[in-house]
């Protein structure tokens, strides 16, 4: 059974930083390029970054971009995504997603 995994989320101040993990299980993990998304209360689904299956290529949303690092280690079977200076926009639910499943997600609340 494919299982995503995230962690990490809570509560922070603005400016603040947050890493995320996600563990996956049940496929073969280092061949599937990672992304993650989230979505914000009242919103659709937003995509974050993604990364490919060896890590060397990452992309951002615009949104994010130079504030969030997205990585994977392959052999623990694990993505990140290191969120600095957070702002209130980035209050949401954040999941990891191997392209067809979604984890659960961990939520991310940054105060103003």
């Known amino acids: 059974e494919v299982q995503l995994v995230e962690s990490g989320g809570g509560l922070v101040q603005i400016g603040g930083s947050l890493r995320l993990s996600c563990v996956a299980s049940g496929f073969a993990f280092s061949t599937y390029g990672m992304s993650w998304v989230r979505q914000a209360p009242g919103k659709g689904l937003e995509w974050v970054s993604d990364?490919?299956?060896?890590?060397?290529?990452?992309n951002y949303a615009g949104s994010v971009k130079g504030r969030f690092t997205i990585s994977r280690d392959n052999a623990k079977n694990t993505l990140y995504l290191q969120m600095n200076s957070l702002t209130p926009e980035d209050t949401a639910e954040y999941y990891c997603?191997?392209?067809?499943?979604r984890g659960r997600g961990t939520q991310v609340t940054v105060s103003s």
């Open positions: 997603s191997n392209g067809p499943i």
């Open positions: 990364i490919n299956s060896s890590g060397g290529r990452t």
